[in-house]
């Protein structure tokens, strides 16, 4: 058993990686931390009343360096960065669920604020394990990736070798409310969401220029990806369109199948996928349809899970030596 | 006071035909049917008990010809041209809700069945008043637009002369649950819907021919359209993402703004639409934004009014010579 | 004409007064304001966009008396009573929507707060017109009653007469998010609302001595009460369901139509009554089951039409002079 | 490790046997079958794809008795008890998940439709865990119990022994879609449940004889039992409230506490109990609240799992002598 500590206990990503934690056969949590401290577990999330019950501290470097190995930070973007950089130090591996390690430091300092941890960032590894698994597994810093990325990069790359570098990549991305997190807004009420939908901030989200930066690593391709969020009345989940030309007629459920035929974790399926057949799991259900030389390519994940917390957990796993499916749920909340 | 029929009432659209027409100031509904008659407008919509008390007959042309000038046809495509074809020869005119006169022949053969009215559907005029108002005030058969096409068409047809003509279309369209109607089916049950979103027919629905030809018929330009529909958790609404490559770059909001300055049933908003802002009305709101040659333009409508029952009554006050706003709601239901 | 005014625009009774007036036949709106002012109606509630282009002002009750000779109040209580009172004495009608001239002194100042307008309040008549219509229509100042007692004392009250005095009045009453207000909370956040539903107040909500008082004043019996509140998934719309004891075993169905038989806002139904025929109209909807000497009585009304504002304006027809329903919407938002 | 078999596959029940089973640590599922066999688990559950692929057959008793110990039988009544009876004759444990054996004879037959296995309903055990574990862990046959039954029981049985005898018992239920099976109705639809509540079969479910009969055989108190089901927008889980009236005044939260202090899967509430606390897990949490002589309790399980599937695991490790908890989630879905 290796010793794994929690920081950023109080939102919904660090909600699931308690849930995920408490059953897992080779990790055991010692030390769960909030901004605040002083409370516990159940009292934040009462629905784990009579299932955990440990107290949640004010978060102390110095303390968890104490009683763990590995730390997961879930924890706003700058926040996560000063306590990465003293764990580090500390010699405690870091799974990182903000946006702090993902990017290169120009896009990051564009995108988000100053970075103040660049040694790290220099070394840390994008955790997407069907593209970065080894590098994962020698990882100390592993910067786990954004919901949206998560769902686009899985659908997209198979394909980006075939398209018509000249044309546009669309991508209509829908996420469930808890992907907004618990911060209250007059855009997040059941009143302004249900039986509605909207587009926020198209063209301009902050996890474009992560999708465009990987795709452009991985494929040594300069995409012109544009990119649009929407939020729609369910939860938990994400549904992503993405519309691309290609340069050369390929037979795109061919490619995705041979693409992804020794990953567990991402299903090529048959007909549209769906949000419920994902949610509760770390799955990534694909699907492809094509028209002339147009592709639809579809992809479902669970935010919080693959998008946050269960991917995190795959990467802790491949970090610590352990089988990437070691305590990962592939089964369903639905119906 | 012009007499009204309305054949058809059981449905979703024939609902909300009664419920406008109930207190249009122009209109008198004299004669309701649909396929098995015997029963009442209340009995078919217990909302209505207290409001209206009126028999809904089997239908009888011959009895409604004797009591209304103008009939609407809320039927399934082929069920519809049969009566609309009877109701002409007698000089009534009709706004048909159907497929049945929307397309030519060729298309419409292909996509739905042999055509039984080919002489009508030759002086048919399609519904949608911002581009063919003129003809509509001149028609005797009014095919009532698809909801789809009324809210992609609006949406992309100010933007057709300045595409790249090689590039694709993309449509991305997600419709509430009332626009399957209420035939059961596994698919529109609460329990697959709640919480969930999926595509269906991606690159094969019906409604994508009935957008192409009237796009080449108002810009003389074969577009390629790719288009995806999706359900989403909401029962009353339709949200339209349609993504484009600019050839020449424009001022895409201010084309916009410029395209629809008299209609005002059009309104071209500042921030992205949502599905609530419309629903209720016969309003179609549009947004555009711009990235470089890209575009993403998003237009919102209630699929059973804008894309069905108050855009037919649009047509109605048209065709006979009233105000088009005479009786139409701009109030949403919102909250 | 009669010009009116309203104040409150920015909540969703101040939408839903300003949705009822735009159209009313004999109300013609010439103020609106807010806490704030410095706004228009289109900003606050931009589904009004193209609809209504009135500004909204700071309120002045000064300014007000120069322009509307009626005055709808849609304040927070407390903040109601100092404008109603300078109201009242510049000889302006006032419906008053908080719940500051609904209860006696006492029963107010041990629920709310001190009163600060014991006057008027001695003169302020109830506004639930079928019990109140005559005291209604000559009225100075009415208190618009609260969403759960509207919806409760229209199903308690033809049944008080036939109870056992000696048993408990269980009243479970669901209602949806809207009747929340809009002040941010984790409570109605979608996350927290969607497929969820939990009880809040129970026996302790304040609209539960608005039922006691009403129940006495209008029967002299002083019924064991027992209200409890529950929030359901829904944004608009309530439904009650009372459990009540007959002393002696009446046929409830028929003393429940003979009842309402004259009152054109209350049906009766056969079969349980829903939200959604109700929703978007000023009914109040009531089916009643015995089982021996028990009775289930449920109710269902659009909390914030038949629970606030389209009552309010049914009160405003009557202080007027007007029909009841002149103006009011039977037509319900149903599907 | 244990061999069981699962027959009924199709439904929501079988889906969560199956979720349940497949990761349990002594149970080894060797059989699945439906009414029609010739698919695949996968197939019937796309969810399923990539976890588990077995065949599912149609229904053998003499091939299942070969290679399983133990059957759950997720079956409509009547289809039921005729493979609980040939299972029993070849020695088969059966935990029923149906309505067969859960009643005396007369009341079944009353309620249901004339019984075919009189001799093993005389044997039957009924499998609330909380009341009847001794007799479980020697019982060849269980009858889970019904899911509103079982919330209702847990939430009322502690108070029993202090109500008036001659008032009112009134259950309030509320129950989500899954409850309502997978067959289609046009109850069920999106349509019709999105934004709306109503009840269902007022005073005549059929859950409410089997309520009573558990009441009279536990408390030899003939109660006057009131059922009232609802349907809510929710997909899953299920609320109760329940309204009593105390004989001599107790301290009910005491009361509730001190009977439920051993049981693991009750936990009592000192706030409201919600749906999502409980959905995913096999708790039933219990909330009481007191007004005088009035009691409301309110009780929250997941239908799918505390009222059917999960239960059903908890009794066939109480038979097979594992623990009660061994393989039963208590880690909500939440949020």
Known sequence: ??????????GYTGLEL??????????NITYIANSTGNTTVSTLHPSLDGVIDMPVEKVDVGQLAKVADIAFLALPHKTSMSFAKELIALNIKVVDLSADYRLKLETYEE??????????LKHSV??????????????????NPGCYPTATLLALLPFVPYLDSKSNIFIDAKSGLSGAGKKL???????????NMFAYNPFKHRHSPEINEKVLELTDIDANINFVPSLIPVTRGMLVSIFVTLED?????????????????????ETPVNIKDTSGTNFCDIFVEQNGNALFISSSIDNLLRGAS???????????????????SKIAYVP
Chains 1, 2, 3, 4 share one sequence.
Do not use: W
Not at 185 to 195: K, R, W
């Open 1 to 10: 058993m290796i010793n794994v500590a929690i920081v950023g206990a109080s």
């Open 18 to 27: 308690i849930k995920i934690l408490i059953n897992h056969p080779k990790f």
């Open 111 to 120: 995108y988000y604020c100053l970075h103040e941890d660049k040694e790290n």
């Open 126 to 143: 994008y955790g997407l394990p069907e593209f970065y698994e080894d590098q994962i597994k020698n990882a100390r810093l592993v910067a």
């Open 185 to 195: 807004s007059d855009m997040t009420t059941f009143v302004n969401v249900s039986e």
């Open 249 to 269: 007629i390929c037979d795109a459920k061919q490619v995705l199948k041979e693409f992804y035929k020794d990953d567990e974790f991402v299903r090529v399926k």
């Open 310 to 328: 269960s991917q995190a957990v795959v990467n802790a796993n491949l970090m610590c030596g352990f089988e990437a499916n070691c305590g990962i």
